[in-house]
């Protein structure tokens, strides 16, 4: 294995040279050579077998994959868990109710038995990285058409995993790198026992919400807890009253120091996806067909949510965390187009083509190589453009609009085996599957809410999308002027996929749903835009990207060529740092609970905060956790770049302890995902003298307290 890594860092570190500290999310197994000796000169005082390594525990033992999207990290020896809380909402929202409001009110668990399971919650740990470019390529040719070297790596890809998984019972993954010029292989092991411990009011773990959301200056706490367990001999385990926490192979002590400007920091963690290598073409389709059409999908649902919610707590609790969701990267969105038009993201990419094409020009070998690749994004990106906007308004307003619709998706297989008579059995093992699902939908259910969500984003796709694009059903909106309440209305009152008795009775004896209406929209929007997307994938660029990654790196031989995120894991470093995005203004580079309290508005629900927090800052009553100045700092800001999936990463200090935990970037770094910028690119954290100061001070979890390493 040690020889397999070592080749791996060889053949990574040729990309490495001339990298800068603020900019690459790296590969935390290649950070010898030039990126160590950045770090060391950043007050970096770790080697790289401490940060990772196979053979001794190192700081990637304690970072997990969490869940779908997120990162999590070990901070205790019994497996116990950080991570943010917009993370952990939908689990801690999963165990609410009206009588035990966690989203409000918060949980806190006083001992191991108290501590709530969470059906379907993960966390992985990398066990183990191979690179297998050679295995995956092997019969591919240049003169392959695309669709057979895409079968063709499929086919590698399947046999290698099936091959290195063999009977063990892990996650193996193979996953492309540098637009598909490599391919590493990723071996997880998964636990799936994952046990929710604690999580602070929304007053502090959501405070700001959606106004706040992406800016900086910040004040909030966007902390959740869990733990994880094992079976009583330490493997992964499914839940069980037997099972045990995890003994930690390594987990982060937790620093009081506090944060000055220009202190080290260095982030590892799951960032999801970026596209810094990305030519004009998907850049200029972010700007004018895709940022706008998820804007335009998603305002529009979030308007009815907010309309329910401020209405009713029940609906509250029940949606909080799907309003999240959509907002989330509602608001990424909104910023994303207004930041790549600001920073001239698109005009920098058409020069780096311009000089791409000089250079290839220059030598007759390259010419012949990387001729006529940029025809072919021109040509894919004007095929495209006539798609987007209609593909995303299927995904957005169409099978993942209305609940309803987006439920009755799932018993597609069903029906399907229903209609073709399939065994007794298989239909049997449907129908247990989906009462499982059809009980949690009906929990965090409101009809009437999905009601007017359905009817606004039919209405919107009616109104939006060009005719020849439209699906069948919506073609009726002909005769009503384009409003849709009389058929969701005469949908809502047949269907059974808004009423749980008729499911469930249905489900007790299954027939075709071919009559259902919701159903039948479902299967209307759905067969549409699957032969849209046929039609819109029959031109591809994939060589083309491919070819033109190959040439840049191949151009620019000292360039930072760190890849794309991709879910992997990766190490940024940096320091803290306080920012001057534009003229004549700037920003500090922490916050403090004074500016909680200034934002804070009484009732509000973005605003509002505990009345203990309230006393405690009245009273300055902040123990230990104070800066030099008697203030308690909630936020800070670093240099680091991560992205999507980095949420709940470790802000790790110098000598590896704990100083804070990664929630967010900053509005006028929001093109950061295709273009980084240096200047004015932050990322937004979480004290962790603000966390030790809610778990001690404010909600007085002292089994915590005994548990945490806590280095001063």
Partial sequence: MKTKINLLCIILMMFVFNARADEGMWLPYSINGQNLADMQRLGCKLTAEQIFSF?????????????????????????????????????????????????????????????????????????????????????????????????????????????????????????????????????????????????????????????????????????????????????????????????????????????????????????????????????????????????????????????????????????????????????????????????????????????????????????????????????????????????????????????????ALKFRALNFAIQQKAPQSKIDAYVKSLKAASQDFFKDYNKELDRDVTIALLNLFYKDIDRNMQCGILRKGDKTGGDFTAFVDNAFAKSIFVDANKLNAWLDNPKSLSKDPIFDLMSNIVESYITLSDVASKVNCSRADRLYMEGLMEMQKDRNFYPDANFTMRLTYGSVQDCKPTDGVEYSYVTTLDGVMQKYKPGDWEFDVPKDLIRLWENKDYGRYADENGNLVVNFITTNDITGGNSGSPVIDANGNLIGLAFDGNWEAMSGDISFENKVQRTICMDTRYLLFIIDKMANAQNLMQELKIVE
Wanted: net charge neutral; glycine share 8%; with cysteine.
């Fill in 55 to 407: 053979n001794q525990p190192s700081l990637k033992d304690a970072i997990v994959q969490f869940g779908g999207g997120c990162t999590g990290e070990l901070i205790s020896a019994e497996g116990l868990l950080l991570t943010n809380h917009h993370c952990g909402l939908s689990y801690v929202q999963s165990h609410a109710s009206v009588e035990h409001d966690y989203l409000q009110d918060g949980f806190w668990a006083r001992s191991k038995a108290e501590e709530l399971p969470n059906e379907g919650l993960t966390v992985s740990f990398l066990s183990f990285i191979e690179d297998v470019t050679e295995a995956i390529l092997k019969g591919v040719t240049d003169n392959m058409s695309e669709a057979d070297r895409a079968e063709k790596i499929k086919e590698n890809g399947q046999m290698l995993i099936k091959e290195r998984k063999g009977d063990r019972d892990v996650k193996v993954e193979i996953v492309p790198f540098y637009h598909g010029n490599q391919y590493i292989l990723f071996v997880y092991d998964v636990y799936k026992d994952v046990r929710l411990v604690a999580c602070p009011p929304w007053g502090i773990g959501k405070f700001g919400a959606d106004t706040d959301n992406w800016t900086w200056p910040r004040h909030k706490g966007d902390f959740c807890i869990f733990r994880v367990y094992t079976a009583p001999d330490g493997s992964p385990a499914t839940y069980s009253k037997n099972n045990v926490p995890m003994k930690s192979k390594h987990f982060l002590p937790i620093s009081l120091k506090g944060v000055k400007q220009g202190d080290y920091t260095m982030i590892l963690g799951y960032p999801g996806s970026t596209d810094r290598y990305s030519s004009s073409g998907s850049v200029r389709n972010v700007i004018e067909q895709e940022g706008p059409a998820i804007v335009a999908c998603r305002t529009t649902k979030l308007e009815q949510y907010r309309k329910h919610m401020d209405a009713d707590p029940a609906v509250f609790i029940q949606y909080a965390s799907k309003q999240a969701s959509v907002s989330n990267y509602w608001k990424y969105y909104i910023g994303q187009v207004k930041q790549l038009q600001r920073n001239k993201v698109l005009e920098k990419r058409l020069e780096q083509e311009q000089a791409f094409r000089q250079w290839a020009a220059q030598d007759k070998d390259r010419k012949a190589k990387y001729d006529g690749i940029f025809d072919e994004m021109d040509k894919y990106w004007e095929h495209q453009s006539q798609f987007t906007k209609a593909l995303i308004y299927y995904r957005e307003a169409g099978w993942r609009g209305g609940e309803a619709v987006s439920f």
